[in-house]
């Protein structure tokens, strides 16, 4: 419990702006890692391995907070465990199908759409428009040699994702710590488990196999959504959904390190637009809360 007081002073002192950049690339991470182990646990197996893994860190550092159990905060983190559940089975299964930098593309709509619904300011449509014409610069034309069933568990993890930002802050009221992402995470693990069965997902593999599925786990779910967790205490909805425009041009980077995907120039360019509409939709947000 201590470890985890002082965590979470360390991460309430950064910058809300830097733990989802940092967070942005560690999943990319985690998501190159998962790709290569594909061979031997499926998509379903992974999600189920992320969730677990991850359940079992996060509960460690939780296992002692103070949890008023009563019949919203039940429905609430069944809620927060389904969207948990969805956003890591369908994305999985997408990257088992399409490009990785392809699917985080998709996926990113989600954050985004929810800047477009919060959105009250002309500079605060002219950023989101931005980031968007960076993500469609990053996007290859959706031809018939894209498997089409990716595409569209790539479109349900973009729903599931938007979900568990409107969740994040009404958990972190509701729960102690990090202890509603951990039960959240429990959840999703048993949601996840029947799919994984059903797959043959869960079957015994080497302990090497394990430990890059705990490597996976840490770096695409427990480490990035820790962060995105503190990040969204004090970061809006709209500001989250720009900043993770960035994801795009992350998993492009990561792709072409790990996984030798090529950049292309027009990637470039994509860069330079979502990190200006970054930067300016936290400057707007600054000015907004000083004024």
Not at 122 to 146: K, W
Request: hydrophobic residues 60%; charged residues 10%.
């Amino acid at each position: 419990m201590k470890v985890e007081i002082l965590l979470g002073h360390w991460l309430a002192r950064v910058s809300p702006t830097w733990l989802v950049v940092l967070s942005i690339l560690s999943v990319q991470v985690g998501t190159a890692i998962a790709i290569h182990l594909f061979h031997a646990v499926p998509a379903s197996g992974a999600a189920f391995y992320n969730a677990f893994f991850s359940a079992l860190v996060l509960g460690s550092f939780s296992w002692r907070a103070k949890i008023q159990w009563h019949a919203r905060n039940v429905l609430l983190v069944l809620g927060f465990g389904c969207s948990i559940a969805g956003m890591f089975l369908s994305f999985f299964y997408a990257v088992e199908l399409i490009p990785m930098a392809i699917g985080s593309t998709i996926e990113f709509m989600g954050p985004l759409a929810l800047s477009v619904l919060f959105a009250r300011r002309a500079s605060h449509f002219f950023y989101i428009f931005l980031a968007m014409a960076g993500v469609l610069a990053l996007a290859p034309e959706l031809g018939t040699s894209l498997n089409r069933l990716g595409v569209v568990y790539a479109v349900l993890s973009a729903v599931f994702w938007a979900v568990f930002v409107l969740l994040s802050p009404r958990i972190s009221k509701e729960f102690e710590g990090e202890s509603g992402l951990a039960i959240g995470m429990a959840i999703a693990c048993a949601f996840i488990f029947p799919f994984a069965w059903l797959d043959n997902g869960l079957g015994s593999v080497a302990p090497g196999i394990l430990l890059g599925e705990f490597l996976m786990a840490f770096f695409s779910t427990i480490l990035p959504l820790s962060l995105e967790y503190y990040a969204l205490r004090r970061l809006s909805a709209r500001s989250f959904g720009v900043l993770v425009s960035m994801e795009p041009a992350a998993s492009a980077l990561v792709a072409f390190v790990v996984l030798s995907q090529p950049i292309y120039p027009r990637m470039a360019v994509a860069v330079v637009a979502v990190t200006i509409a970054a930067i300016g939709i936290t400057l707007s947000d600054a000015r907004k809360h000083s004024s």
